[in-house]
């Protein structure tokens, strides 16, 4: 997969809907009843974060999920990526960028959104061929403000802001010209899904997809 082909699958993912969970999930137990709760709230596209044994796990049963696309996230190396594509990630999403890392995507013709933080990065991508970028960590990198200034020389750019965006920020956001979706963990806390309130994390995403796209 070139990385432009790899941009294009990537922004049909991100225009799914608004927001795309980051689930960080320790019990396989809950992952299909997670991502159905989701599915049916109009959140289709879940990344689910290798921050746990169980993440890749996780992602093989999401994937058995009618109408979602489940995503790898927190992708570090080409392990990683390996893994990912044999659990059933349909996307990959990491932190930064490495050209060991992109290149094993594209070897594996995994989508990435691939993480930038700097108009540097961002370049450097760019020059590779990713149009599609995370912008990462969101809030800690100067929130929409500084990716609406990114955005000003690079308008080629389309960005996934994600890391400390919620309900309340994520307007800010979505109302950017190169803002294609957001990233956010607020619509599966940990509460709901411990307790098994799927009715209420359907909520949370109905909530969330309704978001309006600039």
Known sequence: MTPQ??????????RLAPVIPVLVVSDPATARPLAEAL???GLTA???TLRTPAALEVIAEMAKVEGGTVGAGTLLTPEDVTKAVEAGAKFGVCPGATDRLM???EDADLPMLPGTATATEAMVLLERGYTVQKFFPAEASGGAPALKAIGAPLPQIRFCPTGGVNLKNAPDYLGLANTLCVGGSWVAPGDLVAAGDWEGITRLAREAAALPVS
């Open 46 to 48: 879940l990344e689910v």
């Open 5 to 14: 082909d790899a941009s294009r699958r990537a922004e049909e993912i991100c």
């Open 39 to 41: 599915v049916a709230g």
């Open 103 to 105: 290149s094993a995507a």
